[in-house]
C-alpha cells in the first residue's frame, strides 16, 4: 500500500489538472453564487468535467438553495466630517430603504459586549461590531471572530438597532471588504420575533477609521449606509458526483469532498475552486492506476456551502441509508497553499491502520496530527453520523487575505502548492480505499451545545428559549437577553433576571415584566 501511495504523491507533484481546472472553472464560469445563472453553469461544466476526467457514474442530485442578490453598497462616517469607506453587504442581509439609514454608532467588539449594554442602548442605531481576527498558520482565528459576522446582526436585530456593521472576518491590511453568510433563524423569520436588519462589512483600515473616530470622544459619530440587497425566491442548483468503482467494496465509499459555489465579489479561485480542482485530480490519478482500489472514491462537488450548506444537508437525507457505508470523508476548503498537517476522527481501533500513511505524507512536509480531526463545513452532516472524516489542513496565513473577497483569484493560486495538495489527497484517498477488512463508525459526535425553543403566548407575545450547561437564556424582543440560571431540582424552572419560566411538556408559563403569561406553546405545536 505504501509504495502506491507514495507513487501516486509523486506523479501528483508533477500533474498540473487540478491548475487547469481551476483555471477553466473560474474562467469560463467565474463567480458562482448560489442560485444565480452562473451556479448552474457551473453544474453543467463541472459535469462534462468530470466525465472528461475519466470518473465513472458522473450525475448530478437536484438541490434547492436560497438566491440572495448583494446589489450595490455605499457607507460614509459623517462625523466629524464625511469620509466615504469600503464596505460589501454580508449574505442575507436585506436592503436599506432607497435613501439609505443614518443613524449614530455603537461601537462593541463581540455579541457578548452587545449583550452587556443596557437596555436600550442601541434601539435606532448603527452596531459596529469590531472584533480583529488574529492570523495564524491554522486559521483558528476564524473561529473565534466570525461570531460577530453570523450572529451579530441578529442579536443587534433583537435589540432594536437600525443596522449592523462588521469589521470584515479576515486578515491582511487591504483595503476591500470581506463578505460571508449572517444568519437568521427560521423560526425568526416565521414569527417575526426578529426583523432582519441591513448589515455590512467594513474593509479592515475603514473599520480601524471608524474606531479611531469613536475612540476620539469628540461626540456621537454617525454613519450613513445604503445596500440595495435583496432575496428572490429559492432556485435549484446540484451536487455533482464521480467515481471510481471499487474492485471489491464497491458498496463502501471514501467521499472527497468540495463546495461548487461561491462568493460573487472575486471569482472563487480558493474558495472553493482549488478545492474541487485538488479532489477531481486526486480521482483522476487513481483512476489511472493499473488496479482500481477495493472501496469506491465518490468525488462531490456541494452546493451551496456559503449561504447555509444545502447541498451538504441534501447529501446526507438522500444517502442517509449508505452512510454507515462511508469508510472515510475528507474535504477540500481552506485554499491552494500548502496542507501542512494530517488528522483523523476514525474509529479508536482503526488509529493504527492509518498510521503508516505519516511516513508517505511526511516528504510533503505534512505532520500527523492525532485522531481529533473534524472534516470540513460540507462534512458536519456527515459527522453527525458517525462517519470516519480525515482533515488534510492547509496553511491559512495567506488564505484569510483572499478570503471572500475580490482578490479570491487565479493570479493568488501557486500551481506548485495546489499540485503538492493533490499529492495529500490522492495518498491518503487511495490509502481510506485500499485499507483491507472492516472499518469501524468514527466516535460519537459531541453532543449539541444549546437546545433553542421559539414559544407563543395567548397574549400575543413571542419568546425564544436557549439551553446550554450554563442555564437558560430567555429573549424577548428588544432587550437583552436574560439568563436564568438557577434550576428548581423538581423540573424545568429557571429564574433570574425578574423572570421566572417555567415548562412543562408543550406548554409553559413565563412571569415577569409586571405580568404572568401563561398557556405558551412551542411554535411547531401552536401553528
Known amino acids: 500500500m505504501s509504495e502506491t501511495a507514495a507513487a501516486l504523491r509523486d506523479r501528483a507533484l508533477a500533474d498540473g489538472e487540478a491548475y487547469r481546472f481551476v483555471a477553466d472553472l473560474t474562467t469560463r464560469v467565474g463567480a458562482r453564487p448560489a442560485g444565480s445563472a452562473a451556479d448552474r453553469a457551473a453544474v453543467a461544466w463541472a459535469a462534462a468535467r468530470l466525465s472528461e476526467m475519466g470518473l465513472e457514474e458522473v450525475r448530478t442530485e437536484a438541490v434547492t438553495v436560497p438566491h440572495w442578490v448583494r446589489g450595490e453598497a455605499e457607507g ?99 483595503r476591500f471588504a470581506h463578505t460571508g453568510g449572517t444568519r437568521y433563524a427560521e423560526e425568526d423569520r416565521r414569527t417575526l420575533l426578529v426583523r432582519p436588519i441591513p448589515a455590512a462589512a467594513l474593509a479592515i483600515p475603514d473599520a480601524d477609521l471608524l474606531a479611531r473616530r469613536i475612540a476620539a470622544g469628540e461626540g456621537p459619530v454617525r454613519f450613513r449606509l445604503r445596500l440595495t440587497a435583496r432575496t428572490l425566491a429559492d432556485a435549484e442548483s446540484a451536487n455533482v458526483i464521480g467515481e471510481v468503482r471499487g474492485r471489491e467494496r464497491p458498496e463502501e465509499i471514501v467521499l472527497l469532498g468540495c463546495h461548487l459555489d461561491s462568493w460573487d465579489l472575486g471569482t472563487g479561485a480558493h474558495d472553493d475552486a482549488s478545492g474541487c480542482g485538488t479532489v477531481a485530480a486526486a480521482a483522476r490519478l487513481i483512476a489511472g492506476l493499473p488496479e482500481r482500489p477495493r472501496r469506491t472514491i465518490r468525488v462531490v462537488l456541494f452546493a451551496n456551502e456559503e449561504f447555509g450548506l444545502s447541498g451538504a444537508l441534501a447529501y446526507a437525507r438522500r444517502h442517509a441509508a449508505e452512510l454507515g457505508r462511508h469508510a472515510l470523508a475528507v474535504e477540500s476548503d481552506l485554499g491552494a497553499d500548502r496542507v501542512w498537517r494530517f488528522a483523523t476522527r476514525v474509529a479508536p481501533e482503526d488509529v493504527e491502520r492509518y498510521a503508516p500513511l505519516a511516513a508517505v505524507l511526511e516528504p510533503l512536509g505534512i505532520a500527523w496530527h492525532g485522531n481529533e480531526g473534524r472534516g470540513g463545513a460540507d462534512l458536519s452532516p456527515l459527522r453527525r453520523a458517525r462517519v470516519p472524516v480525515a482533515d488534510l489542513n492547509q496553511v491559512a496565513l495567506r488564505y484569510f487575505e483572499l478570503h471572500h473577497t475580490e482578490d479570491d483569484t487565479l493570479a493568488n493560486v501557486d500551481p506548485e502548492q495546489l499540485a503538492q495538495n493533490v499529492a495529500a489527497y490522492a495518498a491518503l484517498a487511495w490509502w481510506a480505499a485500499e485499507l483491507p477488512g472492516e472499518l469501524g463508525p468514527a466516535p460519537p459526535p459531541d453532543p449539541p451545545r444549546v437546545e433553542v425553543a421559539t414559544w407563543a403566548c395567548p397574549d400575543g407575545t413571542t419568546f ?49 415584566g409586571g405580568h404572568d403569561r401563561r398557556g405558551c406553546r412551542p411554535v411547531e405545536a401552536a401553528s
Do not use: C, N
Open 76 to 174: 460614509t462616517v459623517l462625523d466629524p466630517f464625511p469620509v466615504p469607506v469600503v464596505l460589501t453587504a454580508l449574505g442575507g442581509s436585506p436592503g436599506t430603504p432607497e435613501e439609505g439609514i443614518t443613524a449614530e454608532v455603537v461601537r462593541v467588539e463581540t455579541v457578548d459586549d452587545l449583550h452587556a449594554l443596557p437596555e436600550g442602548a442601541v434601539r435606532g442605531k448603527i452596531v459596529f461590531f469590531d472584533d480583529a481576527m488574529e492570523p495564524s498558520q491554522s486559521g483558528i482565528g476564524y473561529g473565534e471572530a466570525v461570531e460577530i459576522r453570523g450572529d451579530g446582526p441578529r442579536e443587534a436585530a433583537r435589540r432594536g438597532a437600525a443596522a449592523a456593521i462588521i469589521r470584515s472576518v479576515g486578515t491582511g491590511p487591504h
Open 464 to 512: 425564544v428559549t436557549a439551553l446550554d450547561e450554563d442555564g437558560l437564556r430567555l429573549y424577548l424582543p428588544d432587550r437583552a437577553p436574560l439568563l436564568a440560571a438557577e434550576r428548581a431540582a423538581s423540573g424545568a424552572r429557571y429564574a433570574g433576571g425578574g423572570y421566572v419560566f417555567w415548562s412543562k411538556g408543550d406548554e409553559a408559563l413565563l412571569a415577569g
